[in-house]
């Protein structure tokens, strides 16, 4: 057995369910609501969270069903990889995607689920949850995502 961790051992399309799972470090930078520019193709992040977001945990209220209740939520697999181009740069399935390891910060490096909001990558404290009278354009975050 190898004490090498396995997200420096495998590729993201040879990792168990839970050790896909254990990559997200719940910072909630996925759950910001986004603009594209349509002309560009850029995409602005708004300080803005899906209705489904919980502060508490800095997860989704309803993870098993987000899909079916918010249409436009990003369900990241192996298989849109090519698409986490929108994903924030400090994301860790975006960064082993691009071949970079994980930061200090993550909890799987750190061992310490708190080293995320300690380091300012989490956006609890942040961000507010969306409701229907936000208008989004007035949100844009100049944040360093």
């Not at 369900?75 to 399935?93: E, H, R, S």
């Not at 994980?102 to 689920?113: I, K, Q, R, T, Y």
């Amino acid at each position: 057995m190898t004490d090498t961790p396995f997200w420096q051992r495998k590729r993201l399309d040879e990792m168990s369910p839970s050790e896909w799972e254990s990559l997200c470090d719940h910072c909630g930078k996925c759950c910001l609501h986004k603009l594209e520019d349509a002309e560009t193709g850029e995409v602005y992040y708004c300080d803005v969270l899906c209705h489904l977001f919980e502060m508490q945990t800095c997860s989704c209220g309803d993870y098993p069903n987000r899909a079916t209740r918010v249409p436009a939520c990003a369900v990241l697999t192996v298989d849109n990889i090519p698409q986490f181009g929108w994903m924030p740069k400090t994301c860790a399935y975006r960064r082993l995607s691009e071949g970079r390891g994980l930061p200090d910060w993550h909890p799987l490096v750190s061992g310490d689920p708190a080293s995320v909001a300690r380091a300012g990558h989490s956006v609890r404290s942040r961000a507010s949850l969306a409701d229907n009278d936000t208008d989004l354009e007035q949100h844009v975050t100049d944040w360093d995502l």
